[in-house]
C-alpha cells in the first residue's frame, strides 16, 4: 500500500516537475517572438470567440422552445460580431486585449500572493511568492505603458509570467521530490 502511494505521489511530482519545464520553454518563445506571440494571442481569441458564438447559435435553436430564445440569439451574435471584429481590426483588438491582459496578470499576482502564504509552511514556497510579486508587477506595467507597448507588450509580459510559473513549478516539484525521497526507507 505504502509503495502504491509513493508511487502515485512520484507520478505528481515528475507530472509537475514536466509541467514546470514546459511552461519555462513556452515563455522563452513567448519572448523570443512577442509580435508574433500577441497576434497569436488575439487571433486565437477571436476564434475561440466565433465559435463559441456558433456553438451558443446551435444551443439557441435547439432550445428555442425553453424560453430566452431572443437573448440567447443575442448572445450569440455578440460573441460571433466580437470575435469577427478581433479578426478584422486586429489592432484594436490588441490594445483591448492588452487592458484586459493586464488586469488578469493584476488578478492573478494576487491569487498567487494568496496562494504563495498558504503554501508558507513548505520549503520552497518563496518561489510561489516571488511569482505572484512579479506577476503584480508586470500587470502595472501593462497598465503604465498602455497603448504605446501593445504590440510587443502581450507577448514579451506573457511570455515572462509563463517563465516564472514555470519556474515556480519546478522548484514545488523538488521540493516534493526531496520530501519523497526523505520519507522512502
Given at each position: ?150 504590440p510587443w507588450l502581450i507577448g514579451t509580459l506573457v511570455?515572462v509570467s509563463i517563465i516564472f510559473s514555470g519556474i515556480?513549478r519546478v522548484m514545488l516539484a523538488l521540493n516534493g ?9
Amino acid at each position: 500500500m505504502t509503495t502504491d502511494v509513493s508511487r502515485d505521489t512520484n507520478k505528481n511530482v515528475n507530472g509537475s516537475l514536466i509541467t514546470g519545464i514546459l511552461l519555462s520553454i513556452l515563455g522563452v518563445i513567448a519572448i523570443a517572438a512577442p509580435n508574433f506571440t500577441t497576434i497569436f494571442a488575439e487571433t486565437w481569441i477571436a476564434a475561440i470567440l466565433i465559435f463559441a458564438g456558433f456553438t451558443k447559435l446551435v444551443y439557441a435553436t435547439q432550445t428555442r422552445e425553453r424560453g430566452g430564445f431572443l437573448w440567447k440569439l443575442l448572445l450569440s451574435g455578440l460573441y460571433i460580431a466580437t470575435g469577427i471584429m478581433l479578426f478584422v481590426y486586429p489592432y484594436t483588438g490588441v490594445l483591448t486585449l492588452t487592458l484586459l491582459l493586464g488586469t488578469f496578470l493584476l488578478t492573478e499576482g494576487t491569487f498567487e500572493l494568496i496562494l504563495a502564504f498558504k503554501l508558507r509552511p513548505q520549503e520552497n514556497w518563496t518561489w510561489v511568492l516571488a511569482n505572484g510579486i512579479i506577476t503584480l508587477v508586470l500587470g502595472a506595467m501593462i497598465w503604465f505603458q498602455w497603448p504605446f507597448n501593445a504590440p510587443w507588450l502581450i507577448g514579451t509580459l506573457v511570455g515572462v509570467s509563463i517563465i516564472f510559473s514555470g519556474i515556480s513549478r519546478v522548484m514545488l516539484a523538488l521540493n516534493g521530490r526531496s520530501t519523497l525521497s526523505g520519507e522512502l526507507p
